[in-house]
């Protein structure tokens, strides 16, 4: 299948300067094609993940990557519907520059004759001196078309900076740039982008009358309408130290039947084939999530590795009675304790009535004592039948962690500090 029809069917075009003229542009040989990123905060979050693996089908399909991350775009901002952004310091924009450029680089190979660069608008746009940007950019982009961007319309009254209404300038010279320096004629990116990506085709024909292209995907949501990306923590992030590979997993095995085909045709590698039929697993035997635990273990993989996304599934079976918690590395259980709510002792005599209910899995300590006359007590996956009992400090997972469950579905943890 044409890289174009895959990525039709997959729901991931939303709008293109020419779909026809794009096929042939492709078909005739070897394309480059750049996708931005701003470093507007260190990490980059599950939000992007979908141009990332755009990215990874384009250079699959024989396109060669350029993943831009912006070091001069990052430290001006593309205007927001609501507010000025604010301006970090060059220096606090340049550590985040390098975190990205970590980040990204596990979705491209670098190997061969289409294998991807890394590369840093900061390059160019640091040599350009102000007259030298008015004249041989600006008097290239009609005041009035600017005036007609949407987001730049709805911060007129409440007010908008030159700087943020310069960015489109910016980011269009970057891929008049990468098209003079590395021969790029393709550009994608979301759909918020459009005006940008468009500007800049445009910028490419008036300054050197040649002809590049450019699509957009639609932006991700839920079915539900609430902002995707989002978990009860926050923002779902890239990086490790800001959302755990466990956290990160779990964020995807929690996609709802309503979403979960739309985000596999959007984020997953998969073949058609294999997609087709873990939409028929969905429908037929929702219960199972087959389709959400494939997409969490294969997106976990790609970012994180294998070795990592093996940890992470064990111990969301561990968790739950289904593995050896004992065999958990300490990282992967604290962040999945830390997921399912963790409390914490400074005193070293805790009974399990106690770690029961400050960790949640129950309302008080009478409601302990009446799970475990139950026999709905767990301990580290050990039925407790005296909830009175202390927790003898030889029974602490790397000794200090408990894992503590109620019948088979309410769990929690505690660390004892100290």
């Given at each position: ?161 030159f700087t943020e209404f310069s960015y489109q300038l ?203 006359k139950e026999g709905g007590a767990y301990l580290n996956?050990?039925?407790v039948s005296d909830p009175a009992a202390v927790i ?27």
């Open positions: 299948m044409h890289i174009l029809d895959d990525l039709a069917w997959r729901g991931l075009i939303q709008d293109s300067t020419g779909i026809d003229a794009l096929r042939e542009h492709i078909d005739a040989g070897q394309v480059t094609f750049y996708i931005g990123f701003d470093p507007t905060a260190p990490s980059l979050h599950v939000g992007h993940l979908m141009q990332l693996v755009t990215a990874r089908r384009l250079q699959q399909a024989g396109l060669k990557p350029l993943l831009l991350v912006g070091g001069a775009t990052g430290q001006i901002g593309d205007p927001r519907e609501v507010g000025e952004r604010v301006m970090n310091p060059p220096e606090v924009v340049a550590g985040w520059v390098e975190k990205i450029r970590a980040q990204v680089s596990p979705f491209v190979t670098y190997d061969g004759e289409n294998g991807a660069i890394l590369v840093n608008n900061l390059d160019w746009t640091s040599e350009m001196g102000v007259v030298e940007f008015l004249r041989d950019v600006g008097k290239h982009f009609p005041v009035s078309k600017m005036l007609a961007r949407d987001v730049v319309k709805s911060r007129l009254e409440s007010g908008i900076s910016l980011q269009s010279n970057d891929f008049f740039e990468l098209n003079r320096r590395h021969g790029c004629t393709l550009q994608f990116g979301g759909s918020d982008q459009w005006g940008n990506i468009t500007a800049g085709v445009d910028f490419i024909r008036r300054r050197s009358g040649e002809h590049v292209h450019a699509f957009v995907s639609p932006l991700v949501t839920k079915a539900d309408g609430t902002k995707f990306g989002k978990s009860e923590g926050g923002a779902v992030w890239l990086d490790a130290e800001l959302t755990s590979p466990y956290a990160f997993y779990q964020f995807w095995v929690n996609t709802g039947d309503a979403d979960v085909v739309r985000y596999l045709k959007s984020f997953s590698l998969k073949s058609h084939e294999e997609l087709e039929e873990l939409e028929r697993a969905t429908a037929e035997k929702p219960a199972a999530r087959l389709a959400q635990k494939a997409l969490a273990e294969e997106l976990t993989t790609l970012l994180h590795g294998a070795e990592e996304t093996a940890h992470v599934v064990a111990a969301s079976q561990a968790l739950f009675g289904r593995g050896e918690l004992a065999d958990l590395p300490e990282a992967t259980l604290r962040a999945a304790l830390v997921e399912a709510g963790l409390a914490e002792f400074t005193k070293p005599d805790v009974t399990v009535a106690e770690a029961m209910k400050e960790s949640g899995v129950v309302a008080s300590l009478g409601e302990a004592r009446r799970a475990a996956n050990v039925r003898d400090p030889s029974d602490l997972l790397h000794g200090r962690y408990g894992v503590i469950r109620r019948g088979k579905r309410t769990v929690a943890g505690f660390e004892v500090i100290g």
